[in-house]
C-alpha cells in the first residue's frame, strides 16, 4: 500500500518535488486517492508550477472545467463512457472550439482535461478503464476509458 502523504510533508519539499508531484497526479488519475492527493496540493497554497504550464485557477483550467461539469455535457461523457470510447474524445472538439491553440500537451492541457474528466466521471460512479488511441486529428494522443463501478 502507498505511504499516505500529508500537508506537512508537502510542506516539507522543494518546488521541484511538488511540481514533480502534481504533474504525475494529473496524469496519473487512476484512482480518487490520486484525485485527493492533486486537490491537497491545490488547496495548500503551496508553490508547485512553472509559468507555462496551467493549473486550477488559470483561465484555461477554468474553460476546461466549465466544459467538463456543464450538465449540458454529461451525456456526452456518459454516451462514451458506455461505448468503451475515452470521454475525452467526445469533449475534445468543444475545449478546442473554447481554447484553440491554449488547449495542447505542452501546457499540460491534455493532462488537466484527461484528469477533470476522471474527477467528474469518479463522483458519477465510474472507474478508470484501459486507455484508447483518440481518434485522428485529436490534440491528445491518447485518452482513458471509463466503466460503471459494479455493485
Do not use: C
Not at 495548500?44 to 449540458?72: C, N, Q, T, W
Not at 472538439?93 to 491534455?110: F, K, M, Q, S, W
Amino acid at each position: 500500500m502507498a505511504k499516505h502523504i500529508t500537508l506537512d510533508e508537502l510542506n516539507g519539499w522543494t518546488f521541484e518535488q511538488r511540481q514533480t508531484f502534481y504533474r504525475n497526479g494529473l496524469a496519473r488519475f487512476d484512482n480518487a486517492e490520486a484525485v485527493r492527493l492533486v486537490e491537497m496540493m491545490v488547496a495548500s497554497g503551496l508553490p508547485f508550477r512553472r509559468g507555462k504550464e496551467i493549473a486550477h485557477g488559470d483561465r484555461e483550467m477554468k474553460a476546461l472545467e466549465a466544459i467538463v461539469y456543464s450538465p449540458y455535457n454529461e451525456k456526452l461523457l456518459l454516451d462514451a463512457a458506455a461505448a468503451g470510447k475515452p470521454p475525452l474524445g467526445a469533449l475534445e472538439p468543444l475545449i478546442v472550439e473554447d481554447l484553440g491553440e491554449d488547449y495542447r500537451a505542452d501546457n499540460g492541457g491534455t493532462i488537466a482535461a484527461g484528469y477533470l474528466i476522471a474527477r467528474r466521471l469518479y463522483a458519477l460512479g465510474f472507474e478508470k478503464g484501459n486507455s484508447q488511441k483518440m481518434p485522428d486529428g485529436s490534440v491528445a494522443k491518447t485518452a482513458a476509458t471509463f466503466r460503471k463501478k459494479r455493485a
